[in-house]
């Protein structure tokens, strides 16, 4: 579980530093702007979206259950796992709310790479929540799969 949890951090990080060396062999500020004003209201949204989600594979595990006759237990990983994912959105929006109001201070605007960091560190919170949204994804595929 932490094993998973520092991976998708770390995979996070790696392309949050890509999209913002990307950006500035471009010289654009888009990305930076656009999570500046949104990265908020997505986190929000992908955790009522996973949340929503979630319940649906979770009416389909119960039906499973009931249809097999096998104890409940046998999805116990899987409740931990939704319950992980939960957690990390939550974390990642507590984060990006402590990281956007720092963002505007002198101590991250007036150091290149201090400011650097920073939209690395903003980028990679968007990165991770998109891959919360594609593990919640392929979970509605596996468990419509299952016979």
Do not use: P
């Amino acid at each position: 579980m932490i094993k998973q949890v520092l991976t998708n951090s770390l995979i996070s990080l790696g392309a949050g530093y890509a999209c913002q060396f990307i950006q500035s062999m471009g010289q654009s500020h888009y990305l930076n702007d656009f999570l500046k004003g949104n990265l908020i209201t997505l986190l929000v949204a992908l955790l009522a979206i996973n949340s929503a989600t979630m319940g649906i594979v979770l009416t389909k595990v119960r039906d499973l259950i009931d249809k097999k006759g096998e104890g409940a237990d046998c999805f116990a990983s899987t409740k931990k796992e939704m319950l992980l994912s939960i957690k990390e959105q939550l974390a990642l929006i507590v984060l990006s709310v402590l990281l956007l109001t720092v963002g505007g201070s002198e101590l991250v605007t007036k150091d290149i790479n201090m400011s650097s960091g920073y939209w690395v560190l903003v980028t990679g919170i968007f990165v991770y929540a998109m891959i919360i949204l594609y593990d919640t994804a392929k979970s509605v595929i596996i468990i419509i799969d299952h016979e």
